[in-house]
């Protein structure tokens, strides 16, 4: 999640924000994951008008955004 925020130029207080609610929804947070151009990636939680931007800076970073995740996903 930090990479990825970093990756769409996220201010400090946005990823803090994210860390926050990630924390408060899942067990585990993993921080150790490195993107790379290729990767794929979901955008959830967030008004339709920003995830089309943030798809948008993604996209320009080479990743590739896919609309939902899916039922039985995993790392």
């Known amino acids: 999640m930090i990479q990825l925020a970093r990756l769409l130029d996220l201010r ?5 924000a994210l860390l926050a ?3 408060g929804l899942v067990s585990r947070v993993v921080t150790e994951v490195e993107l790379k151009p290729g990767d794929l990636v979901v955008l959830t939680g967030m008004s339709e008008a920003r995830k089309r931007d943030l798809t948008a800076m993604a996209g320009a970073r080479g ?3 896919w609309p939902a995740a899916k039922r039985g996903w995993r790392r």
């Open 21 to 23: 609610r990630a924390e």
């Open 63 to 65: 990743l590739v955004v």
């Open 12 to 16: 400090d207080l946005e990823v803090e």
